[in-house]
C-alpha cells in the first residue's frame, strides 16, 4: 500500500502498487470497495482528488503516467508522460491543475511538472501553484 488519503465525504482512499488497484474504506461502515487500473502492468503510487471530485493517480508503471478515476462513472483517463519515469508524488493546485514530480536513475529526467487537463485554462506559460 502506498499513498493514503481523506476525499471531501470523510471516504479513505489508498493505491495498492501491486496488484495495480486502487481502493475506498468508507470509515463508517468498514466496507472496502477496490477498482484495478485497466492497463496491464500499472502502479498506483499516489492519489489526490481535484476540486470537482475526481481522483488523480500517479502511476509508477507504464513509464510514467498520469490517470484521472471518475469515481461517479468509474472511469480512468491516461496522460501518459513524455520520459520513461515513475512520479511518485502529486499535488492538486486551487485552478485544478496536477503538479507532479519524476524520479530516474538519471539525474537528466528528474523534473517538476505541471499538467492542465483542462487546456482552456491556460492563460501564460507561466505556472503557480
Given at each position: 500500500?502506498?499513498?493514503v ?65 471518475d ?38 529526467d ?20
Open positions: 500500500m502506498r499513498r488519503f481523506a476525499d471531501h465525504n470523510g471516504m479513505i482512499w489508498y493505491a495498492l502498487e501491486w496488484p495495480g488497484k486502487i481502493g475506498m474504506l468508507d470509515p463508517k461502515t468498514n466496507k472496502m470497495v477496490e477498482y484495478a487500473l485497466p492497463l496491464k502492468w500499472s502502479f498506483p503510487y499516489d492519489i489526490q482528488e481535484d476540486h470537482e471530485y475526481n481522483l488523480w493517480i500517479a502511476d509508477s508503471g507504464q513509464g510514467g503516467a498520469l490517470v484521472k478515476f469515481p461517479r462513472t468509474k472511469n480512468f483517463t491516461y496522460y501518459p508522460y513524455v520520459q520513461r519515469t515513475d512520479m511518485p508524488k502529486i499535488e492538486v493546485s486551487n485552478e485544478n491543475s496536477i503538479w507532479y514530480t519524476t524520479r530516474s536513475a538519471d539525474s537528466k528528474q523534473a517538476l511538472g505541471v499538467l492542465y487537463p483542462d487546456k482552456s485554462k491556460i492563460q501564460t506559460l507561466a505556472a503557480s501553484y
